[in-house]
C-alpha cells in the first residue's frame, strides 16, 4: 500500500508498532513525519513495558513497509517528561533532578553576585568584601559539583527509561546519595536514597540492544 502523505505514514509505522511491540496507539506520540525522497522519515516516542523510549523510522513510499529504524538516546531536557505509566522509583528520580536543577540556579546566581559584589567591594574599600569573595568562591565551588550531581542524575533517569534497571542500580549507590545529601541538599539526597531502595525492588530487566 503506497503512502501518500503523513497521515498515511503513522499508519503504517502504528501497524509495525503492533506487531513489533505489542503496543497500542494510544501508547505512541508522533514528534515529526517528514518526506525524503521516496521515504518517509518518522521520529516518535514509544512507551513500553512501562518505560518511554525514542525511534526514528523510516518508511518505503510506494509499499508502505518499514524499512529501517533505531532507538535514540535522548539528552538531557527541561522540564522532563513524565510518562502516565511512570512507577514511584522514576517519579523520585524525576523530583530529585528537578530539586537538583533549582540547587544549581541558586548557587550559581548567589555564587557569582557574593564574588562580584566582594570585588567591587574591595575595589572601594567597602568592609567585608573579602569575605564576601570568600562566600562567592565556595558557593561557586559547590555549584560546579552540583552541576556534576545533576548530570548524574539526569543519567539514572535516563536508564529507568529505557529499562536499564541493572546500571541504574549501580549509578544510584548509597555513596551518591550520601553525596547528594551533602553537596546537593538534604531533599534531593533524601528522594535519591529513598528511590534507590525502590529501584532496588525493581524486576531486573537486560541492557536495551
Known amino acids: 500500500m503506497s503512502v501518500n502523505d503523513a497521515e498515511s505514514a ?16 494510544e501508547n505512541v506520540y508522533f514528534e515529526s513525519v517528514r518526506k525524503d525522497a521516496a521515504t518517509w522519515f518518522v521520529e516518535l516516542q514509544l512507551t513500553t513495558g512501562g518505560y518511554r523510549k525514542y525511534y526514528s523510522v523510516s518508511v518505503d ?29 522514576n517519579i523520585l528520580v524525576v523530583a530529585a533532578l528537578i530539586v537538583s536543577i533549582i540547587v544549581v540556579i541558586i548557587f550559581i546566581s ?8 566582594g570585588i567591587f567591594n574591595l575595589y572601594t574599600n567597602v568592609l ?10 565556595f558557593l561557586l565551588a559547590f555549584g560546579v559539583i552540583d552541576i556534576y550531581l545533576t548530570v548524574e542524575i ?5 536508564l529507568l527509561d529505557r529499562g536499564n534497571v541493572n546500571a541504574a542500580k549501580e549509578r544510584n549507590s548509597l555513596a551518591f546519595g550520601v553525596a547528594a545529601l551533602i553537596f546537593d541538599g538534604v531533599v534531593t539526597g533524601i528522594l535519591l536514597i529513598v528511590a534507590r531502595e525502590e529501584i532496588n525492588g525493581l524486576e531486573t530487566q537486560p541492557a536495551p540492544v
Do not use: H
Request: proline share 6%.
Open 10 to 25: 503513522e499508519s503504517s509505522v502504528r501497524d509495525w508498532i503492533q506487531k513489533k511491540f505489542g503496543a497500542s496507539g
Open 61 to 89: 513510499s510506494a509499499s508502505g513497509a518499514v524499512t529501517g529504524y533505531n532507538e535514540k538516546f535522548r539528552p538531557f531536557t527541561f522540564p522532563p517528561s513524565i510518562p502516565a505509566s511512570r512507577g514511584a522509583a
Open 110 to 117: 548567589q555564587g557569582i553576585f557574593n564574588l562580584l559584589g
Open 128 to 137: 567585608g568584601g573579602l569575605g564576601r569573595m570568600i562566600l562567592g568562591i
Open 154 to 158: 539526569n543519567n539514572i533517569r535516563d
